[in-house]
């Protein structure tokens, strides 16, 4: 009986063994098909290079509770196609855990979950997630200018490539470059300087108070001629003469409008897409085409009693690059 327990014992040590052979190749496999499956998914979503406009319908964003304001933003942003341009090409984090905690990855896959999902709205909750490890708290009322703020800087900061990150800075800094033309000869002298908003003035040059947001604009894009102690030296003709100034022409993209009270309140967004040229408004997981007078109406011109106020304007050149 001892023979015969010692080959019973000898002929199952070798299907244990192979037991644990299989189960280790089987898990390899599953590794690998997940890895695989990791890779496709990446490049995919590094490889694509589409428009991030309305393709069907929009789609919203559901309210995580007081997420009103980050909504409105990320809708600004993603619809904007140079923008999603930039976010289509960046390099996607090696490891879960920097995945988890990178905006602008995060920020694509939000964006494809918008673009090829079949839901009137979809949740940012990992995304929020992903903002909360970065000091953006959750769950509580935001500055729409503030959090606009942090979210470009976090996207400037994460983006590793260096071409990508002067894009973003082109697309969204504000260039101003100042033309001065000599009105005797011609000759123009240019200066440029960068912003992220605009200086705009409150009073006219005869201290004359600017009575709406239109107003501020055109004064100060309008051509002022510089006479007088204000007139500049010209090279050309060798003396101080009078100068003017160059101007050009913005157009709207989108509106944050807020309503209610700063201690409780509610934002949503009113973006023209840019394929269509029609104006939208997403008020988190709802959105529905507007008119231009509805936009005009978070001026200060609404009947209802939670009346909107246009808070944060977003402007693009009527002829860019």
Known sequence: MGQRSGRQERSRKPEVALSKTMEAEIEIQNNKEETEELKAKNQKLTSVFGVADL??????????????CLN?????????????????????????AQRRSNVPYQMLLLLEKMQYGKCKAVGPRELACCLS???????????????????????KKQMKK????EELSDLYTI??????????????????STMLTLPLPVLDANSH?????????????HPEELTGLNMCFCQECGRKTTFLQATWKYELFAVVAHSGSTSCGHYCAYIRSLTEGKWYCFNDSEVCQVSWDDVK????????????TAYLLFYMKKHPW
């Open 55 to 68: 393709k069907n319908e929009a789609v919203g964003l559901y309210n995580l509770g007081q997420s009103c």
């Open 72 to 96: 409105s933003l990320l809708q600004v942003f993603l619809m904007n196609i140079r923008f999603t341009r930039i976010l289509r090409r960046i390099t996607v984090p090696p490891s879960p």
């Open 133 to 155: 490890e970065h000091r953006v708290k959750l769950f509580v009322q935001h500055d729409a200018a503030q959090l606009f703020l942090t979210l470009w800087n976090l996207l």
């Open 162 to 165: 260096p071409e990508l990150v």
């Open 175 to 192: 260039c101003i470059q100042e033309h001065l033309a000599c009105q005797k000869c011609s000759f123009e002298i240019k200066s440029n």
């Open 209 to 221: 108070r600017l009575k709406t947001l239109e107003d501020c604009l055109q004064y100060f894009f």
């Open 297 to 308: 109406c978070t001026y200060g011109h609404s009947n209802l009693h939670w009346r909107e």
